[in-house]
């Protein structure tokens, strides 16, 4: 638009070409949202769009070789693949040419190399490229400047900072400013460095009476082990625009739908002469020993071990079919009986 605005004021006829593809498509989007710009160029819409542009077209390659001046951007900024990288090897030994750097170059790149002051740059293919243009540094980066960076931390209040583009030096210098001004945590990692950065979160919640009586109940059967912990079940549900861990019955009562309970049954051989009652009792001797802690309840057939139930079935006096039921908060304990009932078998 500068560009433009400064042909149009001047009456210059040299021609600016851009790179087409994606700029030509950002300037198809700035057409489309005219209205989203700032309130001058929102002005200058009555009379004309101001990405209608009269003196900029797309850029051709054939028009590398056309005689007398022209103005081109062409992307990448830091001349390392791409249209800008083969204008510049068309163009740099002739000392009538000017490249202007809008921005930073990353260490290793023909741009960077440029900015340094190289005269000869050898490229893979043993290609050497006489620089006789005229280099100029012109800072036109979309990206945030120092003071930006600190106003944007300021405005967020983040827990951590993290740095991950730019000079080393300059870095360093802005991370002891952030650590200083805002006493915040800051990481300056180096390529292929991992940063392990704690991230505690805690969450308020209110937990319902039913489900306090409930857990209490349990508590005066089982005490708390510290080899057995026992978690709190329930449903974390958002009431009043507040956090409420609820029991499950009364969170589905709540929510106006049914409790649907999903169950997983493994099934086990066993080799056990006699009656399945028999079996039954030696299972439930086995269980108590493995067990020890657990709530186990037992009847002339099944065992219940808290939530899981074990069936014992007699297909005769030798072989027994062994059911065990589980549901998905048990999936632990229920893998466990199944694994003791195979190494018996």
């Known amino acids: 638009i500068l560009l433009e605005t400064y042909w149009e004021r001047m009456n210059l006829k040299i021609p600016i070409f851009f790179a087409a593809g994606l700029t030509e498509k950002a300037n198809n989007y700035y057409k489309m949202f005219i209205t989203w710009t700032n309130q001058k160029i929102r002005k200058t ?13 797309p850029f051709d390659k054939q028009y590398m070789d056309n005689p007398g001046a022209m103005v081109v951007f062409a992307s990448p900024g830091m001349l390392h693949a791409g249209l800008s990288l083969a204008i510049f090897k068309k163009w740099a030994p002739n000392e009538n040419n000017m490249v202007i750097m809008p921005g930073f170059c990353v260490v290793g790149t023909v741009g960077h190399k440029v900015l340094s002051g190289a005269k000869k740059i050898e490229f893979e293919n043993r290609q050497i490229v006489e620089v006789k243009m005229a280099v100029e540094y012109m800072s036109f980066s979309a990206h945030a400047d120092a003071k930006g960076i600190m ?17 080393a030096v300059k870095m360093q210098f802005l991370k002891d400013k952030i650590k200083q001004e ?38 005066n059967s089982q005490p708390p082990n510290s080899k057995k912990p026992r978690l709190l079940h ?28 999903i169950r997983f049954t493994s099934t086990v051989q066993l080799e056990d002469p006699g009656p399945t009652s028999r079996t039954t009792e030696k299972l439930l001797k086995l269980f108590t020993e493995k067990l020890k802690g657990w709530e186990i309840q037992c009847t002339e057939d099944s065992i219940t071990i808290e939530s899981v139930f074990v069936t014992i079935e007699g297909k005769d006096d030798q072989h027994k079919i062994v059911y065990v039921s589980w549901t998905n908060q048990e999936e632990d304990l229920g ?5 003791v009932l195979r190494n018996m078998g």
Do not use: W
């Not at 893998?335 to 694994?339: A, E, L, M, W």
């Open 335 to 339: 893998s466990f009986i199944v694994d």
């Open 234 to 261: 329930g449903v974390l549900m958002t009431k009043d625009q507040q956090f409420c861990v609820m029991d499950v019955d009364e969170a589905c009562k709540e929510a106006g739908i049914n409790r649907h309970v």
């Open 45 to 57: 819409f009555v009379q004309r769009n101001m990405f209608d542009f009269k003196h900029i077209k």
């Open 151 to 167: 106003q944007l931390i300021q405005y967020c209040e983040p827990a951590n900072v993290m740095l991950v583009h730019g000079e």
């Open 182 to 219: 805002f006493n915040l945590e800051c990481f300056m990692p180096a390529n292929g460095e991992t940063c392990v950065i704690d991230t505690p979160y805690r969450l308020t919640t209110d937990v319902t009476l039913p489900l306090l009586k409930d857990e209490a109940l349990k508590y």
